[in-house]
Nanobody
């Protein structure tokens, strides 16, 4: 089955940077749509960024656009989220997710309901 493993989380001061990684396995890395989500206790899960790996198209939430960059290394089956100019509001558990690029995904790539597979998450704390 598909397995996603996040890494790179940690604690950083406001204005700092972190780079999250998501290592994917269990499927052929060809037509896969992936995304980054985050959630704080008591809050709704928020889609942060997403991309279609084959087309290399990207999507961002308004709250992170201009600060975060989603990218991939296809040869390594790894997804990245470069986070710059971090703010306390960015504090959350960050999750990597993947699906098979169904038609609804393209209409809502930052909607969590469109993803079949999820990682365990990595904590990001900004103070």
């Amino acid at each position: 089955h598909v397995q996603l493993v996040e890494s790179g989380g940690g604690s950083v001061q406001s204005g700092g940077s972190l780079r999250l990684s998501c290592a994917a396995s269990g499927y052929t890395y060809r037509r896969v749509c992936m995304g980054w989500f985050r959630q704080d206790p008591g809050k709704e899960r928020e889609g942060v960024a997403a991309m279609q790996t084959t087309a290399n198209s990207t999507y961002y939430a308004d709250s992170v656009k201009g600060r975060f960059t989603i990218s991939q290394d296809a040869a390594k089956n790894t997804l990245y989220l470069q986070m710059n100019s971090l703010k306390p509001d960015d504090t959350a558990m960050y999750y990597c997710a993947a699906d098979w690029c169904s038609a609804p995904w393209f209409k809502g790539p930052l909607e969590s309901s469109g993803y079949h597979y999820w990682g365990q998450g990595t904590q990001v704390t900004v103070s």
